[in-house]
């Protein structure tokens, strides 16, 4: 079994949660919308993450359109110990710390600082595994799941 998405109890905050987890993070995760030709129409600026330390690989990708409608897509990894810049993809580096974590990512001031434009909506959320994650967030991302 490569990966698994299952609801669980988290001791911790006392609350059913979705648990990912996986033996690789490329091939085992989860994507909102399911269908790749669709889009989440989400203007918001911000996306909001509450994630649980598994001490194990983590990452997620988001994808957003920016003011010229080009794709950019933004990957942050427990893995990667550098920021590297292409024309379609940014991935950074992340530190969580031990147990529950909240992620805020700017997606306007990340397409500014890394391509000089605007974001104009996201496009795509993707969830590799090894997570614990409460519903909701500023995309509903894991309500999809």
């Not at 920016?66 to 893995?79: L, Q």
């Amino acid at each position: 079994e490569d990966g698994s998405v299952r609801r669980v109890m988290d001791e911790d905050i006392q609350s059913s949660v979705l648990e990912l987890t996986g033996a690789n993070v490329s091939t085992s995760y989860i994507s909102c919308p399911a269908d790749p030709s669709k889009a989440l129409g989400i203007k918001h600026p911000f996306l909001v993450l509450v994630v649980k330390n598994l001490h194990q690989y983590f990452t997620f990708e988001v994808q957003v359109l920016d003011d010229k409608n080009v794709k950019r897509r933004f990957r942050a990894s427990n893995y990667q110990s550098t920021t590297r810049l292409q024309p379609f993809i940014c991935t950074m580096p992340m530190t969580l710390d031990d147990d529950w974590n909240q992620i805020q990512f700017n997606l306007a001031d990340f397409v500014k600082r890394a391509y000089g434009g605007w974001q104009r909506g996201a496009g795509s959320m993707t969830q590799p595994p090894n997570l614990e994650g409460t519903k909701g967030g500023a995309a509903g991302w894991l309500a999809c799941g």
